[in-house]
């Protein structure tokens, strides 16, 4: 069973940029993907995210060009670097680990608050 561990959230102002990384007890290599999902209170789940273990990124079209994931050399640890973030980003971003068999588990979920 994979364990997902998830940096801390936080809080920025509209503009601001912010950080979060998902650490796995297994490596990418050996899944197929990992990502970040998102949701706010009163919404549907959305993919934000993902990065498969032959590095093929995928975003939601709202974050395009101001998210980008990544991942540490041993595939491990991934990293979504979330600039110039908006009101509409404030959700809670949860982190996902998905096998080869489409079978996903996912972290605690993380707050991401934007606002001035």
């Known amino acids: 069973q994979v364990q997902l561990v998830e940096s801390e959230g936080g809080s920025v102002q509209p503009g601001g940029s912010l950080k979060l990384s998902c650490t796995s007890s297994i490596s990418i290599f050996e899944l197929d993907a990992m990502g970040w999902y998102r949701q706010a209170p009163g919404n549907q789940r959305e993919l934000a995210a993902m990065i498969t273990w032959s590095d093929h990124t995928d975003y939601h079209p709202a974050v395009e060009g101001r998210f980008t994931i990544s991942r540490d050399n041993a595939g491990t640890t991934v990293y979504l670097q979330m600039n110039n973030l908006q009101p509409e980003d404030a959700n809670v971003y949860t982190c996902?680990?998905?096998?080869?068999?489409?079978?996903?588990?996912w972290g605690r979920g993380i707050q991401v608050t934007v606002s001035s």
């Open positions: 996902f680990a998905r096998n080869q068999n489409a079978e996903e588990v």
